[in-house]
């Protein structure tokens, strides 16, 4: 085959077709997996933040925020709500957007938290995971009607920040309260 233009495109066209053909193949062949893994994730992580409940509500109320959404779960026993769970997200993560789990008591009293996802420093703003230090282990067992959701330092609330971290600090205390807003609202 004789080196020309035209035979430089077609090749080259050739290549291109073929390749966009392997990215869709792989992608029909993940998508379904990566959903699922993100939905067991989230799964988990309401079981992580509440206390013991037999059933789910079926109907999870989704309310949309600064272009996001909050998710409330609630859990029953028989006929009792056991809690919410509120998947939270901020904005105002140093590495960008965080979404985090928040378990409540019927009350309003924080349960648990679970981080879903983020984006901060390894070894600094990551610490707000309770497998990295036990930075979350404060909002435990505190309601916010008397737990100031603040960040100490900035002489605003009762949370001691992460060290060298205070705005990922910050904004896992906007999600916390974010969520708690959301779900006195709306429970």
Do not use: C, W
Not at 108 to 130: A, R, W
């Amino acid at each position: 085959m004789k080196s020309s233009l035209r035979n430089m495109v077609m090749v080259l066209l050739l290549i291109t077709l073929i390749a966009s053909a392997a990215v869709g193949v792989v992608y029909q062949l993940t998508v379904d997996p990566i959903q699922a893994a993100k939905e067991a994730k989230i799964v988990n992580a309401v079981k992580e933040v509440l206390p013991p409940f037999e059933s789910l509500n079926k109907e999870v109320k989704a309310i949309p925020v600064e272009g996001d959404t909050v998710r409330i779960y609630t859990a029953e026993s028989g006929k009792d709500v056991v809690g919410y769970a509120v998947e939270t997200f901020s904005k105002n993560g140093f590495g960008g957007m965080i979404r985090i789990m928040v378990g409540f008591l019927p009350d309003g009293t924080i349960n648990s938290t679970s981080v879903i996802s983020h984006s901060e420093t390894p070894g600094l703003g990551d610490k707000m995971e309770k497998s990295k230090s036990s930075f979350a282990l404060q909002f435990e067992g505190k309601n916010p009607e008397t737990f100031k959701l603040g960040v100490k330092k900035d002489g605003t609330g009762d949370v001691d920040a992460i060290t060298a971290s205070t705005i990922s600090s910050r904004a896992f205390v906007d999600a916390v309260k974010r969520g708690y807003e959301k779900v006195m609202e709306n429970k």
